[in-house]
């Protein structure tokens, strides 16, 4: 399986049970940004490959398996933090920061922002989830994450989800497989796995 960067928050729990049911399978994760995953897949190397926002224009199944909800995230000293309904259009004058440029998420943020005709005020490119929420903490901007990145940190107190309005962007995670490729016994245990667990 190979898997974009922000699955290693849910992919080892989805995988622990899997090989609990399955204990002579050997499962090899790969866990790489959205270009080298990609390049991955038109290579053909894995059998599986997670994402979020699945590729257009490449002959693939796309399956989703599980909600990906994208929250706006703030410092929890910021003034937006207090309000109960944020208009979208106040992000506009909000310094982002955002995923590097190809991750799905970044992709979807540039995405929300164009169709509301709202200005993306870009302050800061990070690569990692962590490091994107450590810079919110710090003050420097608002970034808008999977709510998945959030699950391990339930004690954090420096940041806070905004309730803007819009939010949570509902999306779902994928598991993708290019359309000619037979499946391994293996990949539709997995995905049976996923079917019927997730």
């Not at 204990?23 to 959205?34: F, H, K, S």
């Not at 490449?58 to 398996?65: A, T």
Request: with cysteine; proline share 8%; net charge positive.
């Amino acid at each position: 399986i190979a898997a974009v960067t922000t699955t290693k928050y849910f992919m080892p729990r989805l995988l622990g049970p899997f090989c609990s049911q399955y204990p002579g399978i050997d499962i090899a994760l790969e866990v790489v940004n959205r270009d080298r995953l990609l390049e991955r897949l038109a290579r053909n190397q894995d059998d599986l490959y997670v994402m979020g926002v699945p590729p257009e224009g490449l002959d693939i199944e796309r399956e989703p398996f599980m909600e990906n909800p994208l929250v706006v995230l703030g410092p929890a000293s910021h003034p937006l933090a207090r309000r109960k309904r944020i208009p979208f259009a106040a992000l506009a004058n909000e310094p982002v920061i955002v995923r590097a440029r190809g991750s799905g998420t970044r992709l979807t943020v540039e995405r929300a922002f164009q169709e509301r005709n709202v200005p993306l005020q870009i302050r800061m490119e990070l690569g990692s989830n962590e490091a994107i929420k450590q810079a919110v903490a710090g003050g420097l901007g608002l970034a808008l994450l999977s709510q998945r990145t959030l699950s391990l940190d339930p004690g954090q107190t420096d940041v806070a989800i905004l309730k803007v309005e819009g939010f949570p962007i509902m999306r779902s995670w994928y598991v993708v497989r290019p359309r000619d490729k037979q499946p391994s016994v293996v990949a539709n245990a997995f995905l049976d796995f996923l079917r019927t667990h997730v």
